[in-house]
């Protein structure tokens, strides 16, 4: 425990066996239970982590599973209703098996298919989530997270600063250096847009998955739809801004060449994620700007992409005309670059309305 908060380290991994070892074995003493989520590995990932929860013959901490009951009550309907929710939830998880010691904090949730990345999180979250842990962190199985940091990370949650904490490597004055050139300069762009896609425009390391939870924040998103690949930390942030979670960010050390090799591909990764998060984007607006709490930023969005879209073909005319040596209109002229402006300013203002209504979940 830490500060009297359970703690539980979620570790997803997939064809790590000659790493996993390690990042178990390091691991700090007040974690109280590691679910390590395999996701189909095709190596020995599996039987390495059984062969360390058999020698694992400390005095585990009993965590134990969550009974939930329904109620008789009328004034419990709701809290029924969410039952009903989390099992009908229950299909959307990889399906998997759970292998538990007694006499070991480590929990082998194994994927009975490859599911991606983002399914191991979501996995992880959903066991935790179930065992009342107080602060769920996330570690991968390729040993590029300092476990000295583990703490660091964990205690703005612990101690009830933020609702989720992230490590930040570009914080550290060697991440230039250290930091490969091809990752740091897709990490660099990938975060601008996590600005802008989720709300939280301070957050300046969004593709690290050293980060902690707290359990209020487990239980009041809808994790079994998280994104189930490598976007799903910037998926997770866009649903912490909509539920008006808090975050904040603490430095950590860049860790490269301990023995892991990438699976990612970076130009794959840059353009999925992308996507993604122009979809995540205009979710946020609709969900939390317009649905939930209506403000004026929506309509100053929607004003700038509608001027820009009548602008596009305006524009198209007017350089046809230019180029073919046609009669310029000089109202053509006016129109696109009164729509230009108009375009530019309203973006211009909604994004600092965005700010400024985001600022307060930034800590």
Known sequence: MLNNKSVAVVVACYNEASQIGRVLSTMPEFVDLIVVVDDCSTDATAGTVKAFMAADCRSARQIVKRETAYSDSPY??????????????ERFFAPSTVLR???SRVALVSHLKNSGKGAAVATGYKYAREHGIDCTAIMDGDGQMNPAELERVCLPVVNGVASYSKGNRFKHRAARRSIPR????????LSILTKIATGYWRV???????TAISLEALENIDIHRLYGSYGVYNDLL???NIAAFTVTEVPITPVYNVGEKS??????????????????FFERLFKKYLLTNFHPLFLLYMASFLAFAIDIPITIRFLYAYFAGAGIWTAHLTLLTNLMLFSFQSLVFAM????????????
């Open 263 to 280: 699976k990612m591909r970076i130009g794959k990764v840059m353009r999925k994620v992308s996507w993604l998060l122009v979809k995540l």
């Open 182 to 189: 091809v990752r740091f300069f897709g990490n660099a762009v």
């Open 238 to 240: 866009q649903k912490l």
């Open 204 to 210: 300046s390391d969004a593709q690290t998955g050293f």
């Open 352 to 363: 600092w309305f965005d700010m400024y209504d985001n600022e307060a979940l930034y800590v």
């Open 101 to 103: 010691s007694d006499t």
């Open 76 to 89: 419990d309907t709701a809290n029924n209703m969410a039952l009903d929710m989390d099992k009908e939830a």
